[in-house]
Structures are given as C-alpha cells and as structure tokens.
C-alpha cells in the first residue's frame, strides 16, 4: 500500500518557466514533508521541509505548499534552471521518536534549455 | 565536516550468495537508517538504528538484517540473494530521533548491488 503517491513519473519544463511537482499522500498521520532531490549515482540531498501545521514554506526559488483536507502536497520551482533537472521525491514522517521516512515513487523532472 | 560513506560502490553477486553493505555515518550522528531504491518503487525504508538499537524496522523477509557499532557505523546483510534484491541501498544519518521533532536525514551515495 502506497502512502505516498508521485503519480506523475516524469515532467518537462521550459527554462525560466515554473516546475509544479505534485503528491500524494494517505495516512493523515503524517505530521511532517520533505522534498529531496537527487541526482544519478548520488544519495538524495534535502531540498524543502514542511509541517504539518503550516501550510506554506519558502525557501529562494523553491515553495512548498500543503493541503492537508486533500492530502496533497506540491512544491513549485520558479524559474526553473537546467541544473534543477534531476528526479524529486517527496517523503513524509510520522513523527514519534524514529527518523523513518516514507518516500513516494519519484518524479524525474527535465528542464529544457 | 565528512559527508555519509558508504561501502562497497558497486557489487556482483549471484542467486544464493549473502552480502555485507557498510554506513559511516557523519561524525556525531547516532542515527543510522538505511533504505532500498529500486525502479518504480521509490525508497523503501529497511530499518533504523541509535545507540546500538533497532529502533524501527520496515516490511522486508528476515534475510534483511542489521547492526550498528558502538562507534555507529552500521552495516547490513542480506542472506540468500535473490534477483529481486538487485538495488540501490541507501545508508542515511542523521542527530537522535526526538518524539515529536523531525531531524534531518543525510544521505551517503549508495551501494549499487546486482544479483546475477
């Protein structure tokens, strides 16, 4: 059963214009989100993290925002660069005393010169 | 400030072999989890340890097992290959757990493992 949904596998973006990675999630334990980014033949690195009790957090030209009443979560990349082309994953903690991480499928975002 | 490592990089096994994947954590975290990569199924959390302990395991046979040191490198075994196993494993580090706090999760560049 899959807890956090990235339906979309993979996306393609103008440079300049803005990127809009989507997810999912089911368990409305989840009390905190983080985006990570990763590049091939690397271990992801932490991009954006939200909590559950915000529904927007920014950080330079990246945002994330959260819709906790549909269970979505999205993280907007404005202007997107080529060097942002990389596959994001979108996970979510259950608090608690552990650092488990639920992690969606991925979305492979290519950003277009 | 030396990131996660991990060893081996790469390795070759065949269907029935056992393996042991390596995780120095950065210095000062005590937390060590480790997580599967492979395609179409994301990261898949295998287990998490602190102080010694397993504090957290994910849905995986009972061929996935793991330690962690007192100094807290951790590693993993896998006993009884199979093709399936063939992934990326991800060693993540990261300060204590605390109950009602997120911390930070650094990654190190995984061991890609093929089964053959």
């Known amino acids: 059963d899959q807890q956090v949904k990235q339906n979309s596998p993979s996306l393609s973006v103008q440079e300049g214009r803005i990127s809009i990675l989507n997810c999912d999630y089911t368990?409305?334990?989840?009390?905190?989100f983080l985006w990570y980014k990763k590049y091939p033949a690397e271990g992801p690195t932490f991009l954006i993290s939200?909590?559950?009790?915000?529904d927007k957090n920014e950080d330079g030209r990246f945002t994330v925002f959260l819709n906790k009443s549909a269970k979505h979560l999205s993280l907007h990349i404005v202007p997107s660069q080529p060097g942002d082309s990389a596959v994001y994953f979108c996970a979510a903690s259950d608090g608690g005393a552990t650092n488990k991480l639920i992690f969606g499928t991925g979305t492979l975002l290519a950003v277009q010169p | 400030k030396a990131g996660v490592t991990q060893t081996p990089r790469y390795l070759i096994k065949t269907r029935g072999q056992q393996v042991t994947l390596s995780c120095s954590p950065i210095s000062g975290h005590r937390s060590v989890s480790w997580y599967q990569q492979t395609p179409g199924q994301g990261l898949q959390f295998l287990f998490e340890?602190?102080?010694?302990?397993?504090?957290n395991k994910g849905n995986f046979p009972g061929r996935f097992s793991g330690r962690q040191f007192s100094n807290s490198r951790s590693e993993m075994n896998v006993s009884t290959l199979e093709l399936g196993d063939s992934a990326l494993y991800l060693c993540?580090?990261?300060?204590?757990?605390?109950?009602?706090?997120?911390?930070?999760?650094?990654f190190g560049p995984g061991t890609r493992l093929t089964v053959l």
């Open positions: 993540a580090s990261s300060l204590q757990p605390i109950g009602g706090s997120y911390n930070e999760q650094f």
């Open positions: 340890y602190f102080s010694e302990t397993q504090r």
């Open positions: 368990n409305s334990m989840f009390d905190y």
């Open positions: 939200i909590s559950s009790i915000k």
